[in-house]
T-cell receptor, first 112, second 113 residues
Framework: KQEVTQIPAALSVPEGENLVLNCSFT??????LQWFRQDPGKGLTSLLL?????REQTSGRLNASLDKSSGRSTLYIAASQPGDSATYLC???????????FGKGTRLSVIA | EAQVTQNPRYLITVTGKKLTVTCSQN?????MSWYRQDPGLGLRQIYY???????DKGDVPEGYKVSRKEKRNFPLILESPSPNQTSLYFC????????????FGPGTRLTVL
C-alpha cells in the first residue's frame, strides 16, 4: 500500500531564506506527484504537478523535483516571504482507479 | 472563473439528522471525488465518480452516499450523521483521469453533536 511521508512536520524560518520541503513515497509506480498549499480553514490550492516522466517543474519562486526511482520529491521555495506561511501537502496518483494518497503536510511559518 | 464550489461552508447539526453537502464544478470535468481531512490522519477519499451515473467507494465510504446525475454536480449525503463524521470535507475534480491535475473546493467544516 502506498504511503506518503512529509518531513519535517513543521518548519519555522526567517523571511528571505531559501528552504526545502521533503516528500517521500513507498511505491514508485505513480502517475504524477502534486504539491498543494493549504491555508488555515481553507481549501487546497494546487502549486505544481510533476508527471512521472518529468524531473522537475517550476512556477515563480517554487521549484519541485521528482526522483521516482528513489521515491522522493522536494519543493524548493526561494526567498521566502511571510505570505508563504501555510501547510504544504504532497500527493501521489497511482495506476488504476485509486485515490490520491496524501502526506500529512509540512506546516511552514515564515517570520518577518 | 474555473472553480469547484461547495455548500454549505460550515454546518453544525445533530446526530441522525440527514444532510447533504453540495459540490459543483464549472470545468466540464469527468472525474469528481470527496475527501475528508482529520488531524493526524490527513486526507482520505470517501467516494469518487468517473462520469455521470458512475460512482465507486474510496477508502472510507461507510456512512456516506453520493449521486452523479449531472456532470457538474456531485453531492455528498449523510443519511444519519454521527459524531465521528465531524470533519473537514473537500470536493475535488479533474479532467479525464487521475494523471491530471486535481482541483479542490474550499471545504465544508461539519460538526455533528
Amino acid at each position: 500500500k502506498q504511503e506518503v511521508t512529509q518531513i519535517p512536520a513543521a518548519l519555522s524560518v526567517p523571511e528571505g531564506e531559501n528552504l526545502v520541503l521533503n516528500c517521500s513515497f513507498t511505491d514508485s509506480a505513480i502517475y504524477n506527484l502534486q504539491w498543494f498549499r493549504q491555508d488555515p480553514g481553507k481549501g487546497l490550492t494546487s502549486l505544481l504537478l510533476i508527471q512521472s516522466s518529468q524531473r522537475e517543474q517550476t512556477s515563480g519562486r517554487l521549484n519541485a523535483s521528482l526522483d521516482k526511482s528513489s521515491g522522493r520529491s522536494t519543493l524548493y521555495i526561494a526567498a521566502s516571504q511571510p505570505g508563504d506561511s501555510a501547510t504544504y501537502l504532497c500527493a501521489v496518483s497511482q495506476p488504476g482507479n485509486t485515490p490520491l494518497v496524501f502526506g500529512k503536510g509540512t506546516r511552514l511559518s515564515v517570520i518577518a | 472563473e474555473a472553480q469547484v464550489t461547495q455548500n454549505p461552508r460550515y454546518l453544525i447539526t445533530v446526530t441522525g439528522k440527514k444532510l447533504t453537502v453540495t459540490c459543483s464544478q464549472n470545468m466540464n470535468h469527468e472525474y469528481m471525488s470527496w475527501y475528508r481531512q482529520d488531524p493526524g490522519l490527513g486526507l482520505r477519499q470517501i467516494y469518487y465518480s468517473m462520469n455521470v451515473e458512475v460512482t465507486d467507494k474510496g477508502d472510507v465510504p461507510e456512512g456516506y452516499k453520493v449521486s452523479r446525475k449531472e456532470k457538474r454536480n456531485f453531492p455528498l449525503i449523510l443519511e444519519s450523521p454521527s459524531p465521528n463524521q465531524t470533519s473537514l470535507y473537500f470536493c475535488a475534480s479533474t479532467i479525464g483521469s487521475l494523471s491530471n491535475e486535481q482541483f479542490f473546493g474550499p471545504g465544508t467544516r461539519l460538526t455533528v453533536l
